[in-house]
């Protein structure tokens, strides 16, 4: 029962994975990007990482796709379709790439001696909630401080120049 | 028969398609999504060997690189939509003003 779920979802993050890279149309692309999203969230959920799950759909699906989808149309009078720019570029040789990648990883990591079943029980939020305040406290304020630069600097960036108003 | 390498073969493909998006897409926010792509296998990878392994500090990892992605995901569209304005393109093929 539960491995046909897993691989539901592997068969749904697959195919909506290359619809992200492959379809024309950027909108769509972004909405084939939810549908790894969700797909990666309900692994998450088989993988017994409900917390996990439930951030990645608040932050990636919630958040993030939104933004994406917002910069989509901010930016949708620029990706006028035209005959002579075309959507992609160098297809065969980065499929080439990709797949001699997918090949090396995979000959790297499927003769290893895996274990059979899982080792231990599976991770409660709690431990994972003293993790954070406990071993891993310096890097979950190094994100803190990354989350302020990132805010700053996309405000920055992002902000029209307006003249500045002369003194008086 | 373990699981994992078969769930191993599901990231490395994620990756692999990823690294496909950002090596083919000219759209700079397309390059954006197959770089989310590529943070998902990574967490995908974490979480599952986490699983496994029993370590509660994989899920911290996972939880961090959701955070990251989202901070890449603002710079990154920041920068396109200052690019849409100051260069009138999004094609990231376009913008050679720094190419010698």
Not at chain 1, 95 to 109: C, H, K, N
Not at chain 2, 23 to 46: M, Q
Request: with cysteine; aromatic share 8%; glycine share 6%.
């Amino acid at each position: 029962m539960i491995v046909a779920v897993a691989v539901a979802l592997a068969a749904l993050v697959l195919v909506s994975a290359v619809w992200v890279v492959t379809l024309k149309n950027l909108f769509r692309a972004a909405l084939s990007l939810g549908l790894v999203l969700l797909g990666v969230a309900g692994l998450f959920i088989v993988l017994e990482a409900e917390f996990l799950a439930f951030v990645q759909i608040l932050v990636y699906v919630g958040a993030i796709l939104t933004l994406v989808v917002f910069a989509i149309m901010l930016t949708a009078k620029l990706q006028s379709p035209s005959p002579d720019v075309p959507a992609s570029r160098q297809r065969l040789p980065a499929a080439a790439a990709s797949l001699g990648l997918f090949a090396i990883l995979a000959a790297a990591t499927w003769p290893l001696g895996w274990p059979k079943a899982p080792s231990a029980d599976a991770v409660s939020v709690a431990a994972l909630g003293q993790q954070l305040v406990t071993t891993l406290v310096l890097p979950f304020e190094v994100v803190s401080l990354v989350f302020v630069a990132a805010m700053v600097g996309a405000i920055a960036i992002a902000a029209p120049r307006t003249p500045r108003a002369p003194a008086p | 028969m373990s699981p994992i390498p078969a769930s191993l073969l599901l990231s490395h493909a994620l990756f692999a398609i990823g690294i496909y998006g950002i090596l083919t897409r000219r759209h700079a926010i397309g390059i954006l999504l197959a770089v989310e792509l590529i943070l998902n296998a990574a967490a995908l990878n974490f979480v599952l060997l986490g699983r496994f392994f029993g370590q509660a500090q994989a899920q911290a990892f996972a939880l961090f690189i959701i955070a990251l992605a989202a901070c890449e995901a603002v710079v990154g569209l920041a920068i396109i939509i200052s690019l849409s304005r100051n260069a009138q393109t999004v094609f990231a093929d376009h913008v050679r003003l720094l190419r010698g």
